[in-house]
């Protein structure tokens, strides 16, 4: 049977098929309505297929997040530059945290605006000086020129995020408290690694190379919007730009 997380990204592969695999050859090609009618059409006849839909069959619903105390010297994401908000460069990343079942254990996860390439880091404790040496370590193999900016939320985690500043040659800013909508990417990839970490994972398990293995999963999801190119992709084009 294939996996929930596999099944979910299915709509994109359908994409890739049509502009990247096999855009001559029609005959390779199916709908994604075809493909959900019948997933329910097999729900109706007592199948289980509904429940490896992204959500499961279940509809979303908003959080709550408690309120954060000022991180000093943050800088508003009003100040960022317009380029950014546009995704016009690859370069630019928003930065958060994930959390297992029981505060157990802390992924970071980073997430570049324009390509959606993800970089997941297992963080010893939720400390900023333990998500300053997770972030060095994820971003250890990327060209500094593709790391402009960074966008983070306003967790305590990222108090020490001058430092990170001065690391990467890079301008640090801070999104609005309870707008998680101006991260809208890294709530979106977040949103695709719970399907592999759910809420009621204990992350003290974890090991890097686990998360190494779901970082490469979500790399290599085609994405529409990168018309139905992968994530990966999209990044090596911007690394191969920089050696020309």
């Known amino acids: 049977m294939v996996s929930r997380a596999s099944w979910t990204h299915r ?5 890739r098929l049509r502009r990247v695999d096999h855009p001559r050859r029609s005959s390779n090609w199916i709908s994604l309505q075809t493909i959900y009618r019948h997933v329910w059409a097999d729900k ?6 509904f429940r490896y839909l992204r959500r499961g069959g279940k509809r979303y619903r908003k959080g709550h997040r408690s309120a954060r105390g000022q991180i ?3 800088v508003s994401i009003d100040e960022r530059p317009a380029l950014v908000d546009e995704r016009r460069r690859v370069g630019d ?3 958060d ?4 079942r029981h505060h157990q254990g802390v992924v970071a996860a980073f997430v ?12 010893e404790d939720k400390r900023a000086s333990s998500l300053n040496r997770a972030a060095k370590a994820g971003f250890k193999r990327v060209p500094h020129r593709l790391v402009q900016t960074f966008t983070f939320d306003n967790g305590k985690e990222f108090a020490g995020f001058k430092d990170l500043q001065n690391h990467f040659d890079a301008c640090a800013y801070f999104a609005h408290p309870y707008c998680a909508w101006e991260r809208a990417t890294n709530e979106n990839t977040n949103g695709l690694l719970r399907q592999f970490l759910h ?7 974890l090991t890097q190379a686990q998360l190494d293995i779901i970082a490469h999963r979500l790399n290599n999801r085609p994405r529409k919007r990168l018309d139905y190119r992968t994530p990966c992709e999209a990044f090596q084009k911007a690394i191969v730009a920089l050696r020309m």
């Not at 109706?44 to 297929?49: D, I, P, R, V, Y």
């Not at 945290?97 to 297992?100: A, R, S, Y």
């Open 11 to 15: 709509g994109s592969r359908l994409g």
């Open 112 to 123: 570049e605006r324009k390509t959606g390439y993800f970089i997941g880091q297992k963080m």
């Open 44 to 49: 109706a006849n007592g199948g289980s297929l």
């Open 72 to 74: 000093v010297g943050r």
């Open 199 to 205: 809420k009621k994972s204990d992350f003290r398990s």
């Open 97 to 100: 945290t994930v959390v297992g």
């Open 93 to 95: 990343w928003e930065g």
